[in-house]
């Protein structure tokens, strides 16, 4: 008797694996992530390629929806949802107008309102770059991304521990998205530490080498 299994057998085992392995990676594809690598985007529309039988009828093993919903590059949001989420900041600046400010806060609609401005002019909803930004605005923008990595009681994401949320603060203003001397002043006077203490987990505070963030 041989010990040789049938080449059809071996054939099935291998499909299983593979079809094992490539379900696990897309349940982890749907959680979301900061960044999705290209890689991971090309293997997902290979899987998609795939097809399988349903009640006697040939389907696509993924849906266009399921494609653009598993192939997000960054965050957990697709371009239409997006697009309707950045609306959020026009509909603030507009009520925010409406208010009737002392001479002290009149600049409240232009600061809440350039949280998501970047300094390179990519952000929305106005493109703004950085001189055309006002000193709070600009510090307004670290706040917001720094309170949105570390908020840990939003039902769609665990906060990120203290080290994570740093260095990608860090990336985003090597990539000139943030003030840079306003977040190397962030980072010297020990900001976040504050906020940290009073608004983290414990398990959130962790320790890093803060000297990697001012290069």
Known sequence: ??????????EFT???NQLTNDFEFLKKANIGSELMSQNDIDRVKEIAKR???????EEPLLTSNEIENLSIKHGTLTAKEREIINNHVVVSIEMLKQLPYPKSLKNVPEI?????????GTGYPNGLKRPEMSIQARMMAIADIFEAL????RPYKKGKKLSEAMHILHKMKKENHIDPDLFDIFVKQEVYMSYAKEFLAPEQ????????LNE
């Open 112 to 120: 809440a309102g350039g949280h998501h401005e970047k300094m390179d």
């Open 150 to 153: 570390t908020a840990y009681d």
């Open 14 to 16: 291998n499909s299983v």
């Open 1 to 10: 008797k041989s010990n040789k299994e049938p080449s059809d057998y071996t």
């Open 51 to 57: 097809t399988w039988i349903n009640m006697g009828k």
């Open 205 to 212: 505070i962790d320790s890093f080498d803060k000297d990697l």
